[in-house]
């Protein structure tokens, strides 16, 4: 496996860290001002100002990568997820960029599904403006009152009645509900409850709008809310919506849910490398400009043992995932699923060490709003969490390895 960047992907690399230095660390401290400032639940004008300078760059719907889709309207870059990786990582070393490049989760495999599995009517509708930037997207998949890490426990209704749906539940961690853009919903219920297990379960299309749709409340995350963005708990109470709106065909949820967290979990690897790489950075910068004990921190000794632990996990990490992508994009996401297992447990984890020591070294400054750190490491604590808890995919992976013994 040789993981040298070609050209193209150097020259995007090169592209995107001139427009993250031009545009996007500048205006952290805005975004954050904007963030905080009135509503919390809002369009931040920083967003919508540099969505049309990203498009200008040829760096827009970067995730879009080679399908049996590339031929017509829902064509994107045609990247590989090899080649996709690294610009992921840079996207992730400032959290709310990839939105600007509209690369954003759950935008990204919201598209992806209705790219792959969606009719023409329900591409024209909906793929149409989120490739464009111009709405957003949640996912209702998970649910309080059941293991959701196990996705046949979903017991949302999804009731067929003539030429509609009724839908009946309680959903939370719904990704994306509270921005005032995010206008359609992939609702996950169960269509029929004695078909086969892992045949029970639909996707169907949910305007937001729809009557009986109730935003509880947003979830908060170690005491942040993730505004605009949010995660909501939410409830259905009859919601209906024409049948043309399952995705694929009746039953085939699970098959959807697997087909989409695959590269939603290699995108979310990418970005924590990111992020890990910043933490480090601000780390050794912090380290190197404060004075304890009458030498600088990044004198004593615990610190160049940390300094050397953090480097060596990012590139563990990264060799893992690029491996991952490089599989994916030769063998398919089917047989690359052992390596995304992996990486889904390695790159969170890795993140979250690196980020508890950033905080460490920025003493008091760390655990506060000042750094980034805080907010950060309840980002990466979450990805522990997200697509599949560590637990899960450790299962999968010891199975594997056990198989190759029978």
């Known amino acids: 496996m040789i993981f040298d960047y070609s050209d193209k992907t150097n020259a995007l690399i090169e592209r995107l860290r001139a427009f993250m230095g031009q545009h996007i660390y500048p205006n952290e401290a805005r975004y954050e001002d904007e963030v905080n400032s009135g509503d919390r639940w809002k369009v931040l004008p920083v967003i919508e ?3 049309p300078l990203a498009r200008e760059a040829g760096l827009w719907n970067l995730f879009l ?20 990786a690294p610009l992921a990582e840079e ?7 990839s939105e600007v490049f509209n690369c954003s989760a759950p935008d990204t495999g919201n598209m992806e599904v209705l790219r792959t599995y969606g009719t023409e009517a329900q591409k024209a509708q909906w793929l149409r403006p989120l490739m464009a930037g111009e709405i957003r997207s949640a996912f209702l998949m998970t649910e309080p009152a059941v293991a959701s890490s196990d996705a046949t426990n979903i017991e949302t209704s999804i009731r067929r009645e003539g030429d509609e749906y009724v839908i009946n539940g309680r959903k939370w961690w719904s990704s994306g509900v509270g921005d005032p853009r995010c206008k359609i919903a992939i609702v996950m219920g169960k269509t029929d409850p004695g078909a086969a297990r892992h045949e029970q379960q639909s996707q169907v299309l949910v305007p937001l709008d729809a009557p ?3 935003k509880v409340r947003a979830l908060k995350v170690f005491g942040y809310d993730d505004a605009p963005h949010g995660h909501y708990e939410v ?14 065909r009746e039953g085939a949820g699970f098959e959807i849910a697997q087909g989409r967290l695959g590269p939603g979990r290699i995108h979310h690897c990418m970005r924590s490398i ?7 950075e601000k780390m050794c910068k912090r380290l190197k400009s404060r004075v304890a004990f009458g030498k600088p921190i990044s004198e004593q000794g615990v610190w160049h043992e940390r300094i050397a632990d953090a480097r060596i996990a990012i590139e563990q990490a990264r060799l ?21 297992a992996m990486i889904k447990v390695v790159a969170p984890n890795m993140s979250c060490m690196i980020h508890d020591m950033a905080i460490q070294a920025h ?14 490491y309840a980002g990466q604590r979450t990805l522990r969490l997200a697509d599949g808890p560590d637990e899960v995919h450790r299962v999968a992976i010891a199975k594997d390895e056990l198989r190759r013994y029978n």
């Not at 009859?238 to 049948?243: A, G, I, L, S, T």
């Not at 990111?274 to 480090?280: H, I, N, P, S």
């Not at 893992?320 to 047989?335: E, I, P, R």
Request: aromatic share 6%; glycine share 14%.
């Open 49 to 51: 100002e540099l969505k």
């Open 65 to 84: 990568n080679i399908s049996a889709h590339d031929t017509d309207e829902w064509k994107g870059p045609g990247l590989t997820n090899l080649e996709y």
């Open 91 to 97: 996207m992730g070393r400032a959290g709310w960029s």
């Open 212 to 214: 009986g749709i109730t």
């Open 235 to 248: 409830i259905l109470d009859n919601v209906r919506v024409p049948v043309t709106n399952v995705v694929l």
């Open 274 to 280: 990111g992020a890990a790489e910043r933490a480090l």
């Open 320 to 340: 893992l995932t690029l491996k991952a992508a490089y599989l994916m994009d030769t063998v398919g996401n089917k047989a690359a699923k052992r390596e995304i």
């Open 363 to 376: 003493g008091g400054g760390g655990v506060c709003q000042d750094y980034g750190l805080a907010s950060g």
